[in-house]
């Protein structure tokens, strides 16, 4: 069973960092690509990070440029975003989730519809 569990979060003050944890199993993370999103209530959810199979690209949103990065771990097969010089517009629930329908592919998207299988969230809040 394709399964997403994330770690981290919490409450960090503006200028701070975090990092988030996402750990697959049931299967092979690194040939997949892992895509790491944000939501507010009441807004849609916004593609902020992604990483391709085998890490050959990353991209990040304008938003987080700069400032968050993303990463595997294939040994763990788990996946992480680093987070630095935090905002407080950066608060949120952030998700990691699975392009599963592309094997291999070092296509990156921020589009949540191409992504299958998705993390239970974690919340990030930002104080100023």
């Known amino acids: 069973e394709v399964q997403l569990v994330q770690s981290g979060g919490g409450l960090v003050q503006a200028g701070g960092s975090l990092r988030l944890s996402c750990a697959a199993s049931g299967f092979t993370s690194d040939d997949y690509a892992i895509g790491w999103f944000r939501q507010v209530p009441g807004k849609e959810r916004e593609g902020v990070s992604c990483?391709?199979?085998?890490?050959?690209?990353?991209y990040n949103a304008d938003s987080v440029k700069d400032r968050f990065t993303t990463s595997r771990d294939n040994d763990k097969n788990c996946l992480y975003l680093q987070m630095n010089s935090l905002k407080p517009e950066d608060t949120a629930v952030y998700y990691c989730?699975?392009?599963?329908?592309?094997?291999?592919?070092?296509?990156?998207?921020?589009?949540?519809?191409?992504?299958?299988?998705w993390g239970q969230g974690t919340q990030v809040t930002v104080s100023s």
């Open positions: 989730a699975t392009d599963y329908q592309d094997y291999r592919s070092t296509y990156l998207s921020t589009k949540e519809d191409e992504y299958d299988y």
């Open positions: 990483i391709s199979s085998n890490a050959d690209s990353t």
